[in-house]
């Protein structure tokens, strides 16, 4: 009998990851390739095309790696947000995918139909070039072809797609767009009027099956699987952590920390206003009937800096800085971080031995302040959290893991190599019947049928 496998790809901003594991949630095989941007100074665009062949290819490599015959059952498909790709009518690409920091994005012809108070109300997010109705807006006035776009599939849609699986609308990626009103789940009629009717038909859940993988640029091994698109890549990862459930809070520290809170239900748009006044977004979950509010800041950038500029760069150097500082002790002369920004961070009251482990103590606690103020915004809409995970490189530093278990009461700290396949991987399964949903505990139920 051949090996029954589960594939979640990742397609990240920096490379696409993808795994092969068994239904019972145990990895048998990892590959990764760069993900194809097409970089000009500030600007990063890609192939839509050449995108969905490496994405393709990696799942095709991991598949391959397994050892013996194996039946790939189910494929998930994460990744990034904002990112997307216009199809004309034939189903083509007629346009390049804008990376979602590309700052080609023309907020201005929004705001000149819409206050940014109703489109936060609406959107969930803040007025800015990011969110794809901007990025589309700047196609269809500087590439010809855009105008003939019926279609804009978000990148983890637009792979499924490419994999022969049908045209869908995810909820959690949907959400990224600003072409959903995310109170009612349904496009936003001012999108409508300045790009069209873009967003899919078929409106779905990550782990709904989104069709069979099929065509001539699938390869055999992939052939015949189950497919879903399994939302936002950070979304994949609260997932998959146990951390997808009414009350919990998974907090992420990369290179940015993003602090997710899952809630059962639809916000009132008086609520969705005050959390996006406060840089806090409001999307649908991967997990049906929920929506998460989701903060990210600055932290790990910011850390990674204040470490290089205390001359330690390797990560045991920096395990025994952290160290240091749970020992020291941080009097009113310890330095204080006064801004931190995407560009520059200011850090003050610089004075006479200053040590390097006070200063990186006083940095991590002043941080983790930070994102406690936008913890305590969202516990005003959604009452304290009553479980916290804690996920990610950062905490495996002494002085962060130490400040956080003092600001969070006792997380669970959880290690997972990469989350977002791994997620993806999961909801794979749940598409085609192997797995199923987390119940209200959140933890995800990896093999419940024979």
Do not use: Y
Not at 114 to 121: E, L, M, S, T, Y
Not at 203 to 222: F, M, Q, T
Not at 257 to 283: K, N, Y
């Amino acid at each position: 009998m051949p090996q029954e496998v589960l594939v979640g790809v990742d397609v990240g901003t920096t490379s696409i990851k993808a795994l092969a594991v068994t239904p019972e949630g145990r990895t048998l095989a990892m590959a990764s390739r760069e993900t194809p941007w097409r970089h000009s100074g500030p600007l990063a665009d890609a192939d839509p095309d050449e995108l969905a062949a490496v994405a393709i290819g990696v799942c095709a490599e991991v598949a391959s790696a397994v050892e013996g015959t194996v039946q790939v059952c189910g494929i998930g498909v994460t990744g990034i947000a904002e990112a997307g790709v216009l199809v004309d009518g034939s189903g083509r690409p007629c346009a390049p995918a804008l990376a979602w920091f590309d700052p080609r994005g023309d907020a201005e012809a929004v705001r000149a139909v819409v206050a940014a108070r109703d489109f936060q109300r609406a959107t969930g997010r803040r007025l800015n070039s990011k969110p794809s109705l901007m990025k589309v807006l700047w196609l269809q006035a500087h590439v010809p072809a855009a105008s003939a776009a019926v279609r804009h599939l978000c990148i983890a849609e637009w792979v499924v797609r490419a994999l022969g699986g049908e045209e869908v609308s995810e909820a959690s990626l949907a959400s990224r767009t600003g072409m959903l009103e995310v109170s009612r789940r349904q496009p936003w009629p001012v999108a409508v009027d300045l790009v069209g009717d873009l967003l899919p038909k078929e409106r779905v859940w990550a782990g709904d099956p989104a069709g069979v993988s099929a065509g001539d640029r699938v390869p055999e091994i992939l052939r015949g699987a189950t497919l879903t698109v399994a939302g936002l890549d950070h979304q994949a990862a609260v997932l998959i952590a146990g951390a997808a459930h009414d009350g919990a809070l998974f907090d992420s520290m990369g290179t940015a920390e993003a602090l997710i809170r899952t809630v059962s239900g639809a916000l009132p748009v008086d609520q969705i206003e005050f959390l996006t006044d406060r840089d806090i977004d409001v999307d649908w979950s991967v997990l049906p009937d929920h929506q998460i509010l989701l903060a990210g800041r600055l932290t790990g950038l910011t850390l990674e800096r204040v470490a290089a500029m205390l001359g330690v760069r390797d990560r045991e150097s920096r395990r025994l800085l952290g160290e240091a500082a749970v020992a020291a002790e941080r009097g009113d002369d310890a330095p204080r971080l006064v801004d931190v920004g995407n560009d520059a961070l200011v850090l003050g009251n610089i004075t006479d031995g200053i040590s390097p482990a006070v200063t990186w103590r006083a940095v991590v606690e002043d941080l983790t302040g930070m994102a406690g103020v936008a913890l305590e915004q969202m516990s005003t809409v959604a009452g304290p959290h009553s479980s916290a995970v804690l996920a990610g490189g950062w905490t495996r530093n002494p002085m962060v893991a130490d400040s956080k278990a003092r600001q969070l009461g006792a997380p669970r700290f959880v290690d997972i190599q990469e989350p977002g396949a791994l997620g993806a991987a999961f909801l794979g399964g749940v598409a085609a019947g192997i797995t199923a949903r987390p119940g209200a505990d959140g933890a995800p139920r990896w093999r419940v049928s024979a």
